[in-house]
């Protein structure tokens, strides 16, 4: 697998110093003067009602400030809209006495040492009054409803599949995939006077957070400030403000001092969200030279009792293939566990799995490859809504991958090539992900020095958003990178959207494109419109006496975006070894290639596609929350138990680049790659492992005992 496209030169990450020598901060990392430290103490119970509370031992013990409870916690304004009992809605933390989940916060202990407060959390006593509950999805799949926004679709005749000369009809299950970034959930609070307030707190959105801050606690969103200039990971995990959020500023408020409240990684397991079990049905079938005749999926996925989360999980299957007639489902079933939240591929991940998988096997059941049968029914215009592609660069991106992994050697008789003793298999699948751009400002600065400042109040949850940043910067106005200043991660800052669906590079960097632009057009005008270069820069503020030049610049979403369908596209290739007598699975070696269009930072994005695989590996081989349905309790909420991929599990990730830009888009011709970096990749390893092996197994994780 050699390299051959993108190059990997380019900007390093304009933070990577920071991070590495420790001066990047996080937020459970600043300290402000008498700070104290919130540690919460959850139920024990999975579903009922707490019948008494003595907190008295708590509230003695030695350094503790207060306990909070729902019986003495002062109400939160923003809780009072409208009641739980009428409505679903996120959880109210310390509102009522009611239990829906295992873990659930029962008391947030505040004293003047983290460690005093983890002690006083031991010396809660609760009784409860029990309720029945349930917390496996396989034994309540009886049990879904439609989610209230979404609809089953109809394409064509519903279950055209099975009168197809060739078909295959497959259950997939996918169990609970946790949330488990670096950085822990973490939140600082001040408050000043009664009525602003500082948090610095891990979030993929500092503007919603402000607002969600704001709106609970009846505030004007200007007096609450939110910090995240660094932010450890988050994937999904801090799109919206937790209820452990919402106790940080509350407990401040309390003790009139500032509170910092660090979640426990198995606080982790319940606080945050996760990627829902779910449970899919795939019919597929074609004509027996390959064109696809009709595609049935249909799919369920776990949510709390309190809230309803939905998310796209066939929409893949309406979306990937030119296939006449589709039919879906989507089902939402309600247990006695927290919310699920997106995590990366949110949906598509998980419908990928099953739609990819089910190609592979459609593939071998025609006796035909598996690219040719994606060639075969590749999708000229978007099959659901008929509009062209703003840009679909997938054919190149199959081929790319193809040559660089020397897919024609690929033997496809399954378990008939060992290597040392191992079973080798190739596989490879799919993925597809919208390409968005939303409405962002950056207030840029041209100083007589000839530095450039742009400040925006996005996050960067890892992915090098600054760094991308300053290479459009620094190649638009034609100056060094390191003569570029990008700051993030402020509400003080002009605003700027949540980090999520792979929309920031796109959404940001016009507003960093435009803004460039328009300083250029002010120098042009100053030094009478000459075109000036950059090295002229700071010569004509000089002249002119200017200490700087500033503009303020808002980009929106491109009205003709309406005219075409926008989506990012990936293709991954897994080569596994399989231990014929363990069912131990290797990955030996991985290529993604994306179509994303114009790479605007190759050395980022690579990280972001090797992550995004790593992450899809997680999926494939070993990630799974437990939950003893007995008692509703997370077994393996700890990471000698709940196991992520670490360096010995991914010897050698690829990742190559079709870069060729999207004429609609946005300025740069990007597209986003977050997502699509994760979807299809359980699927390719899962197809690899069939190739080695000759077992499908259609129940993630590919854990060796369902290989022997
Ligand atoms: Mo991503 S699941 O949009 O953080």
Known sequence: MENNTAPINGLSRVDGRMKVTGKAKYSAEYNTKGVTYGVLAASTITSGSIKSLDTKAAERAPGV???????????????????????????????????????????????????????????????????????????????????????DYLRGTENAFKTAPVNVEQEYSIPTEVHNPTELGSTLAYWDGDDKVTVYTKTQGVKSTQRSIAQAFKLQPENVHIAAPFVGGAFGSALRTWPHEIAAVLAAQVVKKPVKLVLSRADMFTSIGYRPASWQRVGIGATADGKLVGITH?????????????????????????????????????????????????????????????????????????????????????????????????????????????????????????????????????????????????????????????????????????????????????????????????????????????????????????????????LKELSGNSESTASGYAQILQQHNLPQIEVTVTSKSNPDMSKYASYSWSVHFMKVLVHPTTGVVKIDKGLSVADAGKIVSPKTARSQMIGGSIMGAGMALMEEAVIDHRY?????????????????????????????????????????????????????????????????????????????
């Open 298 to 522: 249909e799919a369920a996925g776990q949510t709390s009792a309190y809230e309803d989360f939905s998310e796209g999980v066939v929409n893949i299957s309406q979306l990937m293939y030119a296939c006449p007639n589709v039919d879906t489902k989507y089902r939402l079933v309600s247990l006695n566990v927290n919310t699920p939240t997106p995590m990366r591929g949110p949906g598509e991940a998980t419908g990928a799995f099953a739609l990819e998988c089910a190609m592979d096997e459609l593939a071998y059941k025609l006796n035909m490859d598996p690219i040719e049968l994606r060639m075969k029914n590749y999708a000229e215009t978007d099959p659901q809504s008929g509009k062209p592609y703003s840009s679909k660069f997938l054919s190149d991106a199959y081929k790319l991958g193809a040559d660089a992994v020397g897919w024609n050697k690929r033997n496809p008789k399954p378990r008939a090539v060992t290597e040392n003793g191992w079973l080798v298999g190739y596989g490879m699948a799919a993925g597809m992900f919208g390409a968005y751009r939303n409405s962002a400002t950056v207030v840029a600065r041209l100083l007589s020095d000839g530095s450039l400042h742009i400040e925006t109040a996005v996050t960067d949850i890892g992915p090098g958003t600054g760094t991308a940043m300053t290479t459009i910067a620094s190649e638009v106005m034609g100056i060094s990178s390191d003569k570029v200043n990008f700051k993030l991660g402020d509400s003080a800052m002009p605003p700027s959207p949540t980090q999520g669906g792979s929309s920031i590079t796109a959404t940001v960097g016009s507003a960093v494109n435009d803004a460039c632009m328009q300083l250029k057009e002010k």
């Open 65 to 151: 400030l207060t306990v909070l409870t729902y019986l003495n916690a002062p109400k939160i304004p923003g809780y009072q809209d409208n009641s739980q009992a009428q409505s679903k809605g996120p959880l109210k933390i310390f509102y009522d006495n009611k239990i829906y989940f295992n873990g659930q916060p029962i008391a947030l202990i505040i004293a003047d040492t983290f460690e005093r407060a983890l002690f006083a959390a031991g010396l809660i006593k609760a009784t409860y009054d029990t309720a029945p509950f349930q917390t496996s999805l396989k034994n309540n799949l009886n049990t879904g409803i439609s989610p209230r926004n979404g609809k």
């Open 632 to 708: 509703g309790r997370l077994v393996n909420n700890n990471f000698a138990d709940y196991h992520v991929p670490i360096q010995a599990d991914i010897p050698q990730i690829e990742a190559l680049f079709v870069n060729k830009p999207d004429p609609h888009l946005n300025p740069m011709g990007a597209k986003g790659m977050g997502e699509i970096a994760t979807i299809g990749v359980a699927a390719a390893i899962a197809n690899a492992v069939f190739n080695a092996t000759g077992k499908r197994v259609r129940d993630l994780p590919l854990t060796p005992d369902k290989l022997v």
